[in-house]
């Protein structure tokens, strides 16, 4: 079953809209804990640590499926038994309702979930994949579609290792000390030395050419 739907804009990681959470069996806790993984997998894909177009990314016994086009990611959490296939095809429907809007009002928004116009959206189309066995979706099960074997899968645990270690090493490039000369004393005035050094070795050489210069007019002409 499709437990929670949210769509956001790739370029800021904004979240522009979410559909309805299914809170039958689960309480809010739920509902809050994988929101924010939800969210934190917008982050990822909005820099750049998740590239691929769509991916299924396993979270206990649940997978979010995720669907990147245009610069806007359509993100679905689902039972991990849920066909994977009617997955997609739910965010494809997304996909295709959301871009009828124009692009100038969504480059508007800039409040977290406050497109509510397409959370309606989000709700009537869920509820055409809630039952897997109707004839529309066992013949969406039951089609041969090529680009099914390409889907990237991966384990939420290792997307937040590996967000962990970033942030580990980010922290220890910035408070790492700054190499000091052995010469100069600083890194500063190293700067400053490179810079001006040619420069001043340039004008003593002009000025000991123009003295030499001088000297020997004027030896020739006693």
């Known amino acids: 079953m499709v437990k929670l739907t949210i769509v956001g804009r790739v370029r800021d990681g904004l979240a522009l809209a979410e559909g309805p959470r299914y809170l039958n069996q689960e309480n809010e806790n739920f509902s809050s804990f994988y929101k ?84 309606s959206i989000i709700g009537n189309i869920r509820k055409l994949y809630i039952d897997t066995r109707t004839q529309a979706n066992l013949s969406k099960l039951n089609a041969k579609r090529q680009q099914d074997l390409d889907i990237v899968i991966e384990d939420m645990s290792q997307i937040v290792e590996r967000r962990r270690n970033s942030e580990i090493y980010e922290r220890m490039l ?38 030499a210069s001088l000297v020997l007019s004027d030896t020739l002409l006693t």
């Open 36 to 119: 924010q993984q939800a969210e934190f997998i917008l982050k990822e894909i909005s820099i750049g640590a998740l590239a691929p177009p769509k991916m299924i990314i396993r979270a206990d016994h649940h997978s979010f499926h995720y669907l990147m086009e245009n610069g806007i990611c359509f993100i679905t959490l689902c039972d991990s038994s849920y066909p994977k296939k009617l997955a997609f095809h739910f965010l494809q429907d997304l996909q295709e309702q959301f871009h009828k809007f124009d692009n100038s009002l969504i480059d508007k928004i800039t409040r977290p979930y406050s497109f509510v116009k397409f959370e």
């Open 174 to 211: 910035m408070s790492s000390p700054e190499p000091v000369s052995s010469i100069w004393g600083s890194r500063r005035l190293e700067v400053i030395a490179l810079k001006w050094t040619p420069i001043t070795i340039i004008v003593f050489v002009a000025a000991v050419l123009i003295l």
